[in-house]
């Protein structure tokens, strides 16, 4: 597996306005939608970038960050004072009593940091987290800060990972069975999985020009829960990735063999559910980074009924 995680440390970050009145954040985003339900992670007044095949699938596992807010590296003195010079208008919604005087000693704070080393910090937040706009709200609009140094409340490479694990979702599979309709007891109901696609999934959290850590979870295996106890069901789980097709006279080794009618349970069915796990991987072996598997269930009514023996006397 090509591996990815990348600290860089030139280039500037083109910023929206960094003087939007609270409640009212603007900027830019990055959004990890998924169909259906909601992932862990929307992204506002954020320079990060979210990418991989691991956005928009089916199911997360709502992994939640550590903190709703965070500052991010900005801008140098140089680009944070253009942006802020254009932003009078602006200024002048949120000081609707201020003067033109005014705004150019608000300016002169930038005007300082222009030929220093160093570059601005600005807020961004999750707006998934109920907190996270509240959090936003109480960090300062923009942080000086030197090179090498990361100010309080900072973003870590840690935590980028983070964001990028809580934007991770994974396929939704479609259980096969066979026999399809219904089983009997005592007979093999082969299991597998359908729907599943590329079996790794990734996402690329990125801060143009600073840092950026990719997260990837590969399906490693299949749990089989038949819905009952032992001594109603023995499962074979000896399944790989999805399972194993059935195949004519192929050994079975994934899937259950019901050993007594459903006729007794609700709606006269087993509920069987089949849980997929796929082990996360953040992709450089030099940082320890630790991730439990994205683990996601289906389920799938088994009617198993009784196998009938009709004798006939000859005559």
Not at 91 to 107: C, I, S
Not at 183 to 193: E, F, H
């Amino acid at each position: 597996m090509t591996r990815l995680l990348s600290v860089l440390l030139s280039g500037a970050l083109a910023l929206a306005p960094l003087t939007a009145p609270p409640g009212d954040p603007g900027g830019a985003d990055g959004e990890a939608w998924q169909s259906g339900r909601k992932a862990g992670v929307t992204l506002r007044n954020s320079q990060i970038i979210l990418r991989g095949n691991g956005l928009g699938g089916a199911r997360s596992d709502g992994y939640q960050l550590k903190r709703p807010c965070w500052y991010e590296p900005g801008p140098d003195a140089g680009s944070m004072l253009d942006t802020q010079e254009d932003l009078f208008a602006r200024w002048k919604q949120a000081n609707p009593d201020g003067t033109e005087e005014e705004f150019q000693e608000f300016l002169r704070q930038f005007r300082e940091r222009v030929g220093q080393d160093g570059r601005w910090w600005v807020p961004a937040y999750n707006e998934d987290d109920p907190d996270g706009l509240s959090c936003w709200g109480a960090l300062d609009p923009f942080v000086w800060v030197p090179p090498g140094e990361t100010p309080p409340a900072g973003i870590t490479l840690q935590e980028l990972a983070d964001i990028a694990r809580a934007a991770l979702t994974v396929p939704e599979p479609r259980i096969e069975l066979n026999p399809d309709a219904k089983s009997y007891v005592n007979l093999p109901t082969w299991v597998w999985l359908a729907g599943i696609g590329e079996p790794t999934r990734s996402v690329t959290a990125t801060i143009p020009g600073i840092m950026s850590v990719t997260v990837t979870a590969t399906l490693e295996d299949i749990q089989i829960d038949p819905g009952t106890t032992a001594d109603r069901a023995e499962v074979k789980e000896d399944c790989g990735a999805t399972g194993h097709p059935y195949r004519r006279g192929g050994q079975f080794t994934c899937g259950v063999r019901y050993l007594r009618a459903s006729v007794d349970q609700p709606r006269d069915v087993y509920v069987l559910t089949v849980t997929t796990v796929w082990p996360i991987e953040v992709e450089d072996d030099i940082v320890p980074f630790a991730y439990d598997p994205v683990e996601v269930g289906v389920t799938r009514d088994v009617p198993v009924g009784e196998v009938q023996t009709t004798v006939r006397r000859s005559e």
